[in-house]
């Protein structure tokens, strides 16, 4: 990735850390490394400043859940993840 600007590197520590701390699907941001979710921030990211729709990033979360990590997703999380991200790059 290249260089942010700087509500750009807002926006990507703001995806990072709503990983860690609200998403945590499997559970475990009292106990794994601090990396555990961090392979999945730069997709995120592009989505966010692609201009995506709150509902293609819900998708790409359940996509997460259900694809990658095996769960049962929850799609009201989800979108509630989305919008939040999407308040983010309003900023």
């Given at each position: 990735?290249?260089?942010?600007?700087g509500?750009?590197?807002?926006?990507?520590?703001f995806i990072?850390?709503?990983?860690?701390?609200?998403?945590?699907?499997?559970?475990?941001?009292?106990?794994?490394?601090?990396d555990e979710?961090q392979?999945?921030?730069?997709q995120?990211f592009?989505?966010?400043?692609k201009g995506?729709?709150?509902?293609?990033?819900?998708?790409?979360f359940?996509?997460?859940?259900?694809?990658?990590?095996?769960?049962e997703s929850?799609?009201?999380?989800?979108?509630?993840?989305?919008?939040?991200?999407?308040?983010?790059?309003?900023?």
């Amino acid at each position: 990735m290249g260089r942010l600007s700087g509500p750009q590197n807002q926006l990507y520590k703001f995806i990072d850390a709503l990983l860690w701390e609200e998403w945590d699907p499997i559970g475990v941001n009292d106990s794994a490394p601090r990396d555990e979710y961090q392979s999945y921030t730069p997709q995120l990211f592009s989505l966010a400043i692609k201009g995506a729709a709150v509902h293609e990033i819900a998708d790409r979360f359940i996509y997460l859940e259900e694809k990658i990590l095996g769960l049962e997703s929850n799609e009201r999380a989800c979108k509630d993840l989305a919008e939040k991200i999407m308040l983010e790059t309003k900023k």
